[in-house]
Every structure is written in structure tokens, then in C-alpha cells.
């Protein structure tokens, strides 16, 4: 109704709590990197280890928290300026938080901000609970654009789609998601998927792909611009951009719908190991190839591998056996 909602979208946001999409820095399909928890926080309500409540929002909570802890404020000014004195450590944060990097702490608030309180609070975000409890937490709301077109694009293979991706970058793509095949099984026959992926062959693969506008003449020209990348494209049938709302939901139930899909058709006894790895967008499609590589290799055909591709971030899930000692 308002046009607005919070950056973070990831895939369990119907199940997701704030504190847990606030803690794991969980990002989503469409937030990237801009929009995230670290990026649209506004301020948060947070105990530490010690039992001191600071509430970075409340001019009052600040002035009382740098009375009883005067010590931390100074560490944490302290790290801040260790690091900035540092040129080859500032580089390499620099470098590491261009991507979708959600591994350890934030430690690019130690860069990004100068005031103890700011860098305190964006050190929280992606921090598990290990620094403190984020009891509360207000985000800086985005825009929801009104006007979207989706497509699900078929490809011969990963590599050939994840090449794709980079040459999207910056078309105007709001979204690229990536589904590898056997991902692409997991879900064929559920309701909205589309009736040519069953007859895939094994190397195919989908990129679920949405443009975003807030009129429909700016959706209208970001799309123009979409096809016109894909008419360079091996695609395995031409591009069809749904406006349909209703249709649009369906492609993105899919892909939200992926993971639980996995782990209901693995074998019984088996575990669900799910991890996630990003690189320079650049380097997607040799990320995607050289994992095929491996598990073929050690003999996980069944792998899945997809992810948000116009982040150059995938997930990978395989299901090992740990009751067989070969798989341990």
C-alpha cells in the first residue's frame, strides 16, 4: 500500500524473524549488497555479554552507555584506527565487502563509519549473537517498484548462464537468480513450473530473471535492454517476460521453494549440507564449472548448485551418508 518494504529478501522471509535476517546479515534475491541489513540499518536496541542495554537510536542511551563503558567505545575507536593505518588490511576489506561476504564479523564498519556508536551497531549485523542480543532493530525502508516482468530463461548449461549474468549486470536487472538441473528436477512438478523443463537435458539450466521499474515505460525500456543481451544468448527457447503478477509469483515460489525441494527427494539416511561461497561476478562462471568439477569428481551427481548469480553468490547442497565410512 505504502510502495515500501525492507531491503533484506531472503528466500525464508515468510518464516525468517528480523533478528535472525539481522544477525546472519541474510541478504536475498533482490538486496544485493546495497540493501541489506548492514546498508538500511537505522539503529537497534542491544544487551551485551555484561548485561549493558544500548540503544544506539536514543541520544539519551548513548550518553549513559559512554559513561559505563567508556573502554569499549575506546576499543573499538582503537581497531577502527588500527586498520585504517593499515593500507594492505583496508584494501583487503575493501575487496572482500564488494562481494556478497557475510563470513565473519562486519569488519568493514571499522572502514565505513568513524563514530564508536555507528561502528559498534554495524558490527552486530552478521555477528550470529557472539557480540550481543539484538532485542530490537529499525531499518531504513526501500522502495518496492510497482511495475515488474519475469522470465525464466533456459540455458544449454551453467557455464554459458553464468557468462550470461555478467552481461546483464548493469541492463537493468533487478534480479538474476541461477538453477542448475538437478535443482531444476527437485521442482518440474510442482505447480507454475514450466512444463519444458522436464525435458531437459542433464547440463541445462534456468536463470530466473526480473526487471523493476516504478512506471511501466521505465520497466518497459529495462527489459528492452535485458532482451536485447539475450539475442546474443544460446537460449534453449526465445525469452518470455510474464507481467502477470499472479505468473511472476510462481517462477519466484520456485526458486524460494528450491532448498526444502532438495531435501525432500535425498535419499533416506542421508544429510543435507548446504554452503555458500561468492566471487567477483566475473568469475561466476568458472566458480559454476569448477564445481561440477568436484562433484563429479568425488561423486555427488545428485549436487545441487544455485544462487543469486548477479551477486556472483551460489549455494551448493549434497546430501552425504555420514553412516558410511567412505562418505566420512
Known sequence: AHGRKIGPDPASIHSAMIGGIAANNASGMCCGTDQNSYRTLKSMRVVLADGSLLDTGSTESRDAFAKSRPDLLEGVKRLSEQVRGNPELSELIHRKYKIKNTTGYSLNA??????????????????????????????????????????????????????????????????????????????????????????????????????????????????????????????????????????????????????????????????????????????????????????????YEKAVIFGHALEGNLHFVFTPDFNLPEEV
Not at 133 to 147: L, R
Not at 180 to 195: F, H, I, K, M, Y
Open 110 to 299: 571499522l572502514l565505513d563509519f568513524e563514530d564508536p556508536f555507528e561502528i559498534l551497531e554495524h558490527l552486530m549485523i552478521g555477528s550470529e549473537g557472539t557480540l550481543g542480543f539484538i532485542a530490537e532493530i529499525t531499518y531504513h525502508t526501500v522502495p518496492e517498484p510497482e511495475f515488474k516482468s519475469t522470465a525464466f530463461l533456459l540455458f544449454p548449461n551453467l557455464v554459458e548462464a553464468c557468462a550470461t549474468v555478467a552481461e546483464l549486470r548493469g541492463k537493468g536487472v533487478q534480479a538474476v537468480e541461477l538453477i542448475d538441473r538437478t535443482g531444476l528436477r527437485s521442482v518440474e512438478n510442482q505447480s507454475g513450473a514450466p512444463e519444458t523443463i522436464r525435458n531437459l537435458g542433464d547440463d541445462a539450466c534456468a536463470l530466473l530473471v526480473e526487471c523493476a521499474a516504478e512506471t511501466e515505460n521505465e520497466r518497459s525500456l529495462k527489459q528492452a535492454a535485458v532482451e536485447k543481451v539475450l539475442a546474443d544468448c544460446s537460449l534453449l527457447e526465445p525469452a518470455d517476460f510474464r507481467t502477470d503478477p499472479k505468473e511472476s509469483e510462481a517462477l519466484w515460489k520456485l526458486r524460494k521453494g528450491l532448498f526444502p525441494s532438495v531435501g525432500s527427494v535425498r535419499e533416506t539416511g542421508s544429510t543435507v549440507v548446504i554452503e555458500d561461497v561468492a566471487v567477483q561476478i566475473e568469475s561466476l562462471a568458472e566458480l559454476a564449472g569448477s564445481l561440477q568439477q568436484l562433484f563429479r569428481k568425488h561423486g
